[in-house]
């Protein structure tokens, strides 16, 4: 929780381009819902009523609120960009002038291998849990609530129909998020160590040959290698069964809304258009649940990172001896 604090408190120190985005991702998610309820406007009105003359108009509005949503889209990925970079380099200037006043004693007992590895690589990939993970972690909770909210409005019942699918992804979702995370751990500290060692070699290249032990060296590069490959197959294995079997459960839900939506337009309950707007909203109410999955999948590897980095950050500055 408190590395958690100490990436948003990060994050604020640049308000109004955070605010900013945010608001464009408000944006961005309401004008989703253009596009289903253009579909039933087609389908109930337009075909229903032969009406014709509002094909033009009904098309370019539609047009015109994906344009919109786009241009934001393209702005609101600049800003972040943008944003991530100003990150990256207060929080690599500041670990680096905690660095340096840091005791000689110190760098004798830490590798310098691991040093330039939390500098190089694991500031930056603390912002891209920033902007990826907390940016668009937000904007797909937004979206799939508007999405929720539009389909209750309509059918209350096919709605229900339509998240039949959620508790057994969510289950299945969190169950390997926690499992794979120590995985991931583990898979991130077997790449650090092996640049280490990559690092520290080469560094120490004349005294390697010198004394002659190459093939010692080589044997514990391979062994870290190795290691490295070991570890993140671990993980593989298991994502190479958990997410087709998400894609499975979910594109079944398809099958199963539209027949019901069938059922309840055969009926009298709902209009045809109500449906079709359905199949549409679906693809919208399940983009974010992907978009988690994908968070779930890359953002584990990189989970050690903002501790790694916070916990250099927070070292306090010691007398030189």
């Given at each position: 929780?408190?590395?958690?604090?100490?990436?948003l408190?990060?994050?604020?120190r640049f308000?109004?381009?955070?605010?900013?985005?945010?608001?464009?991702?408000?944006?961005c998610?309401?004008l989703?819902?253009?596009?289903?309820?253009?579909t039933?406007?087609?389908?109930?009105v337009?075909?229903?009523?032969?009406?014709?003359?509002?094909?033009?108009?009904t098309?370019?509005?539609g047009?015109?609120a994906?344009?919109?949503r786009q241009?934001?889209?393209?702005l609101r990925?600049?800003l972040?960009?943008?944003?991530?970079l100003?990150?990256?380099h207060l929080?690599r200037?500041e670990?680096?002038?905690k660095?340096?006043?840091?005791?000689v004693?110190w760098?004798?007992?830490?590798?310098?291998g691991?040093?330039m590895s939390?500098?190089?690589?694991?500031v930056?990939?603390t912002?891209r849990?920033?902007?990826?993970?907390?940016?668009?972690?937000i904007?797909?909770?937004?979206?799939?609530?508007?999405?929720?909210?539009?389909m209750?409005y309509h059918?209350?019942q096919?709605?229900?129909?339509t998240?039949?699918p959620l508790p057994?992804i969510?289950v299945?979702?969190?169950?390997?998020?926690?499992?794979s995370e120590?995985?991931?751990?583990?898979?991130?500290?077997?790449?650090s160590?092996?640049?280490?060692?990559?690092?520290?070699?080469?560094?120490g290249?004349r005294?390697?040959k010198?004394y002659t032990?190459?093939p010692?060296?080589?044997?514990?590069f391979?062994k870290?290698s190795?290691?490295v490959?070991?570890k993140h197959m671990?993980v593989?294995r298991?994502?190479?069964i958990?997410?087709p079997t998400?894609s499975?459960?979910a594109?079944s839900g398809?099958?199963?809304m539209v027949?019901?939506?069938?059922w309840?337009?055969?009926?009298?309950?709902l209009k045809?258009?109500?449906v079709?707007?359905?199949?549409?909203?679906?693809?919208?109410?399940?983009d974010?649940?992907?978009r988690?999955?994908?968070?779930l999948t890359d953002?584990p590897?990189?989970a050690s990172s903002p501790?790694?980095?916070?916990?250099?950050?927070l070292?306090p500055p010691m007398?030189q001896t």
């Amino acid at each position: 929780m408190s590395t958690l604090i100490r990436i948003l408190r990060h994050t604020f120190r640049f308000p109004m381009q955070s605010a900013l985005s945010l608001l464009m991702a408000i944006v961005c998610t309401c004008l989703v819902l253009v596009l289903p309820g253009i579909t039933m406007r087609f389908i109930d009105v337009i075909i229903a009523q032969n009406r014709p003359d509002l094909i033009l108009p009904t098309a370019g509005i539609g047009v015109a609120a994906i344009l919109v949503r786009q241009a934001l889209f393209t702005l609101r990925t600049y800003l972040n960009n943008a944003l991530e970079l100003k990150l990256t380099h207060l929080i690599r200037v500041e670990l680096y002038d905690k660095l340096q006043r840091l005791p000689v004693k110190w760098f004798d007992t830490n590798s310098s291998g691991e040093i330039m590895s939390r500098v190089a690589n694991d500031v930056p990939t603390t912002n891209r849990i920033i902007i990826e993970g907390v940016d668009q972690a937000i904007a797909a909770i937004l979206q799939f609530l508007i999405v929720v909210g539009y389909m209750c409005y309509h059918s209350w019942q096919l709605t229900l129909v339509t998240l039949i699918p959620l508790p057994f992804i969510g289950v299945l979702t969190t169950w390997w998020s926690r499992r794979s995370e120590p995985m991931w751990r583990e898979s991130s500290d077997a790449s650090s160590a092996l640049n280490a060692i990559l690092h520290d070699n080469l560094a120490g290249i004349r005294q390697i040959k010198a004394y002659t032990v190459e093939p010692r060296a080589l044997e514990s590069f391979d062994k870290a290698s190795q290691k490295v490959g070991e570890k993140h197959m671990t993980v593989m294995r298991g994502q190479s069964i958990v997410w087709p079997t998400v894609s499975f459960i979910a594109e079944s839900g398809i099958i199963i809304m539209v027949a019901f939506g069938a059922w309840y337009a055969l009926q009298g309950d709902l209009k045809p258009g109500v449906v079709i707007s359905f199949l549409v909203a679906w693809g919208f109410l399940f983009d974010p649940i992907s978009r988690i999955n994908t968070l779930l999948t890359d953002l584990p590897p990189a989970a050690s990172s903002p501790q790694n980095v916070f916990s250099k950050s927070l070292i306090p500055p010691m007398k030189q001896t």
